[in-house]
């Protein structure tokens, strides 16, 4: 496979000057169905810097457009110049690259030409601000949501509705009203995006997922609104409340961004392979429930969210952009392309 890579970067007339196994061989998480994924970084040529025809990536896979199979393999390369971006945007694939080294046995090439991959790992700290690294919380988040974990939209429905079911059928008559029960929904429910109450114009209302309901409806209709609303996309989240029908491995995933993002948080760093990799491999097979998942997450998402408010629990780093520049400049220097 080396030797497919950089015949495509000579074809390209770049520069291969880093590439790793990524994903879960990188994370430690792999199991024998697991694909192989590289990830890796050029150099592009002078001439393509001069006529602004420089490539943000190259890349193959083996399969197509077929999904993929444990025969599969998924090449890509990003520009040094696009990679340094990425790197300071917080963007997850990008980090995982830039800490790929603490996992050598995964290294599959590293120029010697250049010593400027050596200067980019023994300085990760100059090169994103951690509190821009929240797309690894985000990404969690958006693996975990279509199940209706807490704290996600559908989570959010989802207990509102059960609360209003138990009391429409224990405390209340058909002609309440839901200004007779806001109180008791945002006191259990309450979401700075999701679940809140607002004063319009002398009015009550309570905005529910971005709708708004007007509290001088009664209860029994309120009812009907979010059942309506639920029903539309709560199957996977009551499926997955019987440990039915859940995407193990996308559950792994919210898990293990979580994971790299508390690391970052204390320490500034990421290690592969994951200290938790035992953990995620067994959520990855299914042999947990999907209750204990759906804690972990919501418990990592508090204790993330938690720590950042904190500047005294964060590892200071600053990106440095002259720094950055420097790393481009210095790429250059001797190139011969």
Same mark, same amino acid.
């Given at each position: 496979?080396?030797?497919?890579?950089?015949?495509?970067?000579?074809?390209?007339?770049?520069?291969?000057?880093?590439?790793?196994?990524?994903?879960?061989?990188?994370?430690?998480?792999?199991?024998?169905?697991?694909?192989?994924?590289?990830?890796?970084?050029?150099?592009?040529? *002078?001439?393509?810097?001069?006529?602004?025809?420089?490539?943000?990536?190259?890349?193959?896979?083996?399969?197509?457009?077929?999904?993929?199979?444990?025969?599969?393999?998924?090449?890509?390369?990003?520009?040094?110049?696009?990679?340094?971006?990425?790197?300071?945007?917080?963007?997850?694939?990008?980090?995982?690259?830039?800490?790929?080294?603490?996992?050598?046995?995964?290294?599959?090439?590293?120029?010697?030409?250049?010593?400027?991959?050596?200067?980019?790992?023994?300085?990760?700290?100059?090169?994103?601000?951690?509190?821009?690294?929240?797309?690894?919380?985000?990404?969690?988040?958006?693996?975990? *949501?279509?199940?209706?974990?807490?704290?996600?939209?559908?989570?959010?429905?989802?207990?509102?509705?059960?609360?209003?079911?138990?009391?429409?059928?224990?405390?209340?008559?058909?002609?309440?009203?839901?200004?007779?029960?806001?109180?008791?929904?945002?006191?259990?429910?309450?979401?700075?995006?999701?679940?809140?109450? *607002?004063?319009?114009?002398?009015?009550?209302?309570?905005?529910?997922?971005?709708?708004?309901?007007?509290?001088?409806?009664?209860?029994?209709?309120?009812?009907?609104?979010?059942?309506?609303?639920?029903?539309?996309?709560?199957?996977?989240?009551?499926?997955?409340?019987?440990?039915?029908?859940?995407?193990?491995?996308?559950?792994?995933?919210?898990?293990?961004?979580?994971?790299?993002?508390?690391?970052?948080?204390?320490?500034?760093?990421?290690?592969?392979?994951?200290?938790?990799?035992?953990?995620?491999?067994?959520?990855?097979?299914?042999?947990?429930?999907?209750?204990?998942?759906?804690?972990?997450?919501?418990?990592?998402?508090?204790?993330?969210?938690?720590?950042?408010?904190?500047?005294?629990?964060?590892?200071?780093?600053?990106?440095?952009?002259?720094?950055?520049?420097?790393?481009?400049?210095?790429?250059?220097?001797?190139?011969?392309?």
């Amino acid at each position: 496979m080396l030797k497919e890579i950089l015949d495509m970067c000579y074809n390209n007339n770049v520069e291969l000057l880093y590439l790793t196994r990524f994903g879960s061989h990188l994370y430690g998480t792999n199991t024998p169905e697991s694909d192989t994924d590289y990830k890796g970084i050029f150099l592009p040529s *002078k001439e393509q810097c001069f006529m602004q025809e420089v490539p943000k990536s190259l890349q193959f896979s083996s399969g197509g457009n077929s999904k993929n199979t444990k025969e599969d393999v998924d090449v890509q390369l990003w520009s040094l110049q696009y990679f340094l971006q990425l790197v300071s945007k917080g963007e997850t694939n990008a980090l995982d690259l830039l800490f790929s080294f603490t996992n050598p046995d995964m290294i599959v090439w590293k120029s010697l030409t250049h010593g400027i991959m050596d200067t980019i790992f023994s300085n990760t700290a100059k090169l994103f601000d951690i509190r821009n690294c929240n797309a690894y919380v985000g990404y969690a988040i958006g693996q975990a *949501k279509k199940y209706g974990i807490k704290g996600s939209r559908l989570g959010v429905l989802k207990n509102v509705l059960n609360i209003t079911t138990d009391i429409i059928e224990h405390h209340l008559d058909s002609e309440t009203t839901l200004e007779n029960i806001i109180d008791i929904i945002i006191d259990k429910c309450f979401d700075s995006s999701y679940c809140f109450k *607002k004063n319009i114009k002398g009015k009550n209302f309570l905005v529910l997922c971005g709708k708004t309901h007007q509290c001088s409806i009664t209860t029994n209709e309120f009812y009907i609104r979010i059942k309506r609303e639920y029903d539309k996309y709560g199957k996977r989240a009551e499926q997955a409340e019987k440990n039915e029908g859940i995407d193990w491995k996308a559950l792994s995933h919210a898990v293990r961004a979580l994971v790299q993002m508390k690391q970052l948080i204390l320490t500034g760093f990421i290690n592969y392979p994951l200290i938790d990799a035992v953990e995620l491999s067994n959520i990855k097979r299914g042999n947990t429930t999907f209750f204990d998942v759906e804690k972990r997450i919501y418990d990592d998402i508090v204790k993330i969210d938690t720590m950042l408010k904190k500047p005294n629990l964060i590892v200071h780093n600053k990106r440095d952009d002259k720094f950055i520049r420097s790393i481009i400049i210095d790429a250059y220097e001797e190139l011969s392309l």
